[in-house]
């Protein structure tokens, strides 16, 4: 399926859940923006986006090295501020998507913290007007 998408064009990046406890939160998410900042030029999809820098870089800081350094938006607190951090990915990978399509892949996802299965949602709704294939994996709890 990926090599289909790049074929046409189209971008495929994917992150992986940890596998032992102790990862830093939303680290599938992590993986798959720098993942997807290596694959396109990250400074004109920010820019187009409108997503802020400082807001992205509190999941994957590795993404300063890929763009203009931002400080994160004190203005806000709370589920108001967890809301315009999720919008800022949302902007983000939809801008991405644009014109070319995007295969986001989330292995591993039965040991995910809340933060990244709260990202998760809220990016199902707002990016299904996208060109955006989204596959996340999970193995079922023992029985």
Same mark, same amino acid.
């Given at each position: 399926?990926?090599?289909?998408?790049?074929?046409?064009?189209?971008?495929?990046?994917?992150?992986?859940?940890?596998?032992?406890?102790?990862?830093?939160? $939303?680290?599938?998410?992590?993986?798959?923006?720098?993942?997807?900042?290596?694959?396109?030029? $990250?400074?004109?999809?920010?820019?187009?986006?409108?997503?802020?820098?400082?807001?992205?870089?509190?999941?994957?800081?590795?993404?300063?090295?890929?763009?203009?350094?931002?400080?994160?938006?004190?203005?806000?607190?709370?589920?108001?501020?967890?809301?315009?951090?999720?919008?800022?990915?949302?902007?983000?990978?939809?801008?991405?998507?644009?014109?070319?399509?995007?295969?986001?892949?989330?292995?591993?996802?039965?040991?995910?913290?809340?933060?990244?299965?709260?990202?998760?949602?809220?990016?199902?709704?707002?990016?299904?007007?996208?060109?955006?294939?989204?596959?996340?994996?999970?193995?079922?709890?023992?029985?």
């Amino acid at each position: 399926m990926s090599a289909q998408i790049t074929g046409r064009g189209g971008v495929c990046v994917w992150g992986r859940g940890a596998e032992a406890e102790g990862a830093p939160p $939303y680290w599938p998410w992590r993986r798959t923006l720098v993942n997807l900042a290596a694959q396109v030029d $990250y400074e004109r999809v920010l820019q187009e986006s409108g997503a802020s820098a400082g807001d992205l870089v509190l999941i994957a800081p590795e993404l300063r090295s890929f763009g203009p350094e931002e400080q994160a938006s004190q203005e806000t607190v709370g589920s108001e501020r967890r809301f315009q951090l999720f919008q800022s990915v949302g902007n983000l990978i939809k801008t991405a998507a644009a014109g070319r399509g995007l295969l986001i892949i989330l292995e591993d996802l039965h040991g995910a913290d809340q933060p990244t299965l709260l990202l998760l949602m809220h990016l199902v709704r707002w990016v299904a007007d996208a060109q955006i294939l989204l596959l996340a994996t999970f193995r079922p709890p023992e029985l």
